[in-house]
């Protein structure tokens, strides 16, 4: 990774690289597009490349590279990272576009509040996988800082998709406070955005129905007794 050993492989060394027979990919960790361009460009017909910065892995997939070694978003969007690679291969490059637009926000915001890895593990966190904190030096986010977070978090669309599944994963039986309160926090929180188009709408719809859904599901609840 040349931002952490700051050592670049130019391409000229790359070139030679490739020539060992024992060598048949790399993971090209720059967040330069151009020189990626470039190297593709003259060594890809010799060695596999699989791109690191996940903003650009759709546009290394469309030019050549064979694949991704990505942290940070795709350890939330799990999945449909891997959907992001199939739309790519299969030229399905508009309904690629909209993950990849989710995927650039996310990476943003996970590199840009505090210090890595401290935003991945709050994330993570957020969506019902705990993490747990960073070790020293590194120091967990502020309160702040997990705010913002949720944020970036919720308008991507990953705090709706937990909630579904976590009412999905409820007893069909019982429990419906929980599973009406799940339900309507990721409506409220769709109606939301789709009303206010900001994160305080996003916000807002989903605190209304969690309650609206909780109240309904405690109903069935008691109905059942």
């Not at 955005?193 to 305080?200: H, L, M, N, P, R």
Request: charged share 20%; hydrophobic share 45%; aromatic share 6%.
């Amino acid at each position: 990774n040349p931002r952490r050993t700051q050592i670049h492989i130019n391409t000229n060394v790359l070139e030679k690289i490739a020539e060992h027979d024992n060598i048949i990919a790399i993971k090209e960790a720059t967040r330069d597009f151009s020189d990626l361009t470039l190297k593709v460009q003259r060594v890809g017909k010799d060695i596999n490349f699989f791109v690191g910065p996940s903003p650009l892995i759709l546009p290394g997939l469309l030019i050549g590279a064979k694949g991704f070694i990505s942290s940070g978003p795709m350890e939330l969007f799990r999945k449909d990272g891997y959907r992001l690679y199939e739309l790519a291969a299969g030229g399905k490059i508009q309904e690629a576009l909209e993950l990849h637009f989710k995927v650039t926000e996310l990476y943003k915001a996970l590199f840009g509040l505090g210090t890595w890895p401290a935003a991945l593990k709050a994330a993570l966190t957020l969506v019902g996988r705990p993490a747990g904190i960073p070790r020293l030096p590194v120091h967990p986010l502020s309160p702040k800082e997990v705010e913002k977070m949720k944020e970036r978090v919720m308008c991507v669309g990953l705090l709706v998709l937990m909630l579904a599944v976590l009412s999905c994963a409820a007893p069909q039986d019982r429990y419906n406070t929980q599973r009406g309160a799940a339900i309507g926090a990721g409506l409220g929180a769709v109606a939301g955005q789709a009303i206010g188009k900001d994160t305080e709408g996003t916000l807002l719809g989903a605190g209304i129905g969690t309650l609206l859904g909780a109240i309904l599901g405690n109903a069935v609840d008691q109905s059942h007794q």
